[in-house]
Nanobody, 127 residues
Framework: QVQPVESGGGLVQAGESLRLSCAASGRTFSSAGMGWFRQAPGKEREFVAG????????YSAQSVKERFTISRDNAKNTVYLQMNSLKPEDTAVYYC????????????????????WGQGTQVTVSS
């Protein structure tokens, strides 16, 4: 079992950067695919980025592809989301999730593929 806990959210101005961290307890972190999702007010939760168990396969949503980077450090049981050139439309609650689905090199993208979720961290980008 993996229990994710997010940190690093906050209020920034457009164009600035933030790095979110997700510390995941449990001895099975290295065997879980990890992902970031976000939910803006009045909108459905959407996939942002995911990383495979192997750590060398990633997939990012088109809207963040050139600006956000996901990475993981299995030694620290932590996954990161580096967010650069933030825009007001990036304002949302960001969730970290862990997946037991898929193979070693697969990147889960659907909510239904994730088994454990964090409580979320708020990111607010002012214009």
């Amino acid at each position: 079992q993996v229990q994710p806990v997010e940190s690093g959210g906050g209020l920034v101005q457009a164009g600035e950067s933030l790095r979110l961290s997700c510390a995941a307890s449990g001895r099975t972190f290295s065997s879980a695919g990890m992902g970031w999702f976000r939910q803006a007010p009045g909108k459905e939760r959407e996939f942002v980025a995911g990383i495979s168990r192997s750590g060398d396969r990633i997939y990012s949503a088109q809207s963040v592809k050139e600006r956000f980077t996901i990475s993981r450090d299995n030694a620290k049981n932590t996954v990161y989301l580096q967010m650069n050139s933030l825009k007001p439309e990036d304002t949302a609650v960001y969730y970290c999730a862990a997946s037991n689905s898929g193979g070693y090199y697969s990147v889960p993208r659907g909510e239904h593929q994730y088994d454990y979720w964090g409580q979320g961290t708020q990111v607010t980008v002012s214009s």
